[in-house]
Structure formats: C-alpha cells, structure tokens
C-alpha cells in the first residue's frame, strides 16, 4: 500500500514510525477477511476514490470520506463531511480514537482495528469469527446456525427431547431501505439484533439466516413455550425506538414457529415448516407470531 501524501491534522503531532503492529480487517463489505497493515507514518485516506489508500467501491461511500493516522498515542479517524458520515462501534463520530476491537463503519464496510502484541494471531482468531458470526450484526450466522442446529436435532432426537425453532423477518424491509437508505437498514438490522440478543440464554441460539431473515432455535423448548417466546421478542422490536441519523423508523416483524416432529428431522425441514408459519402471519396483517 503507497503512504498518502498528505498530512492530517487532528490535535497533536503525527507520532513517527515504530516497530507496532496495528491492522484494520474488513469484517462486513466486498473483501471479508482483507486486512490492511498499518504504520504509524502514514495517513490513510478512506473513500471511494480508486486513488485512495483504502479505497471502497460502495456508493455509499463519498469519495473523500475519511481518514485515520497514529495522532497524540494513538490511532483517530476524522470523518471529513461525507454524505452518509463515518461510525465507531455504531455512533456517528466527527473525530474518534480506536481502541482495541473498535468497529469502523464506512459506509456498508465494517473494518475491525485490532491492536495486540500478537496482531497476526489476533487476526487468524478474527478469521475464525468471521466464519461462524454475522459481521454487520455480531449474531452467529447461517453456517453456525446449521452446525448447531444439526447436532441439537440428533441429541433430541435420541433423547426425545423437544426442539422449537422461530423464523422472522422484518415487515416491509425493502421499503426501509428505499425509503430511508441502505444504512438505515443496516442500522434496523444491528439494532433489533442487539435487542434481542440481550434477552437469549446460553442454550438457546440466534442467528442471522439471510438478509433480514433470522432465525432463533430454542433447545428443550415445546412449540407453545416457544409462540410464547416469539410474542415476547415481537413486543421488543415493536417497543424499541429505532432512530438514526435524525430519523424515527417504525420496525415490526413478523414470526412462524415450527417444532421438531416426524417430519421435520433437519435444520431444511425447521426452516422450511417455520417458513411457511411465517407467511401465515404475514397474511393475517404482519407484526404476529404464527404456527
């Protein structure tokens, strides 16, 4: 990567070159997994701009958008006006330091800053990470959704224990997007992701399927326990106040429920039953649990 010529100028003096090892690692965007060496020399230029030292083709993105050099002991980004403004750890920031783990959010791109005495094996566990969780939400993904969800079918199966999984969507996500901007979908998706999190147990498990397709699979669960607990998740959503960048969004979802039976012996088939329950509630109007 060529050094940027230009000098930015936050509050301090640009602390000159030294033996650190310090990365960004794209965990959400066009290259998952890329990672870009940096040296506390150089000012990076982030934009859409193919010139620019991390360039990023998304038109979200302005052309000059922002830009990240080693400053006062530490690294900083400066977001300079761009359109749609630049993110660290989901606040919209006009200058910010980065500390270890710190997410960078330029526009749909998600870099992670990783800051260690052992950046390479620190990098090769984010690598790991990326395989089994969703970058934009933090929630597990569809490969560990079906990992997971293959290995509790066969232990229930054999103990005949229950299993109940829920399938939901967000009502009327593409007119978010159209409406509002792809950054405030992905805004709706972090949001209700981290919402719901907050209220699963260890046992349990919630991932992102798809889009804005998640699903929630519920161990040792009866099918009525778990319309119960798909009536409680649809209150969060319907209850949290979306706002983002100045604007309020009305988010709802809609949920089918699907236990495991005779016929449904695969994570396909749960998903596929909870799918059709889906569409059930869909039809009767959205914002409903259905099975």
């Given at each position: 990567m060529k050094s940027a010529k230009t000098m930015i100028v936050f509050q301090g003096d640009i602390t000159q070159p030294n033996d650190s090892e310090e990365l960004l690692v794209m965990i959400h965007?066009?290259?998952?997994?890329?990672?870009?060496?940096?040296?506390?020399?150089t000012?990076?230029?982030?934009?859409?701009?193919?010139?620019?030292?991390i360039a990023l083709d998304d038109d979200s993105v302005s052309r000059d958008h922002s830009r990240l050099a080693f400053v006062a002991g530490c690294w900083r980004v400066l977001d300079l006006d761009s359109t749609n403004g630049t993110y660290v750890n989901g606040v919209s920031i006009k200058e910010s330091p980065l500390n270890d783990g710190a997410l960078l959010k330029v526009g749909h791109t998600i870099f992670k800053f990783l800051s260690t005495t052992n950046v390479e094996a620190a990098y090769y566990e984010e690598i790991y990470r990326m395989a089994i969780f969703d970058g934009l939400t933090q929630i597990y993904n569809r490969r560990y959704f079906e990992e997971f969800t293959d290995r509790e079918i066969s232990r229930c199966l054999r103990h005949n224990r229950p299993l109940s999984l829920i399938f939901f969507d967000i009502d009327h996500f593409k007119q978010i997007n159209d409406t509002h901007g792809h950054l405030t979908g992905d805004y709706a998706l972090k949001m209700m992701a981290e919402q719901i999190s907050r209220r699963m147990r260890r046992e349990e498990l919630f991932a992102?399927?798809?889009?804005?397709?998640?699903?929630?699979?519920?161990?040792?669960?009866?099918?009525?326990?778990?319309?119960?607990?798909?009536?409680m998740v649809r209150q969060i959503v319907e209850e949290t106040d979306f706002a983002f960048d100045g604007q309020r969004i009305k988010v709802t979802i809609s949920l089918g429920v699907a236990?495991?039976?005779?016929?449904?012996?695969?994570?396909?088939?749960?998903?596929?039953?909870?799918?059709?329950?889906?569409?059930?509630?869909?039809?009767?109007?959205?914002?409903?649990?259905?099975r």
């Open positions: 965007g066009k290259r998952i997994g890329h990672k870009i060496q940096l040296s506390r020399g000012t990076y230029r982030i934009g859409r701009d193919i010139k620019a030292d992102r399927y798809a889009g804005d397709e998640f699903v929630i699979v519920l161990p040792e669960t009866q099918v009525e326990e778990a319309l119960k607990f798909g009536e236990g495991l039976s005779s016929v449904t012996t695969t994570p396909l088939h749960l998903v596929a039953a909870a799918d059709k329950a889906l569409y059930r509630a869909k039809a009767r109007g959205r914002n409903q649990v259905a």
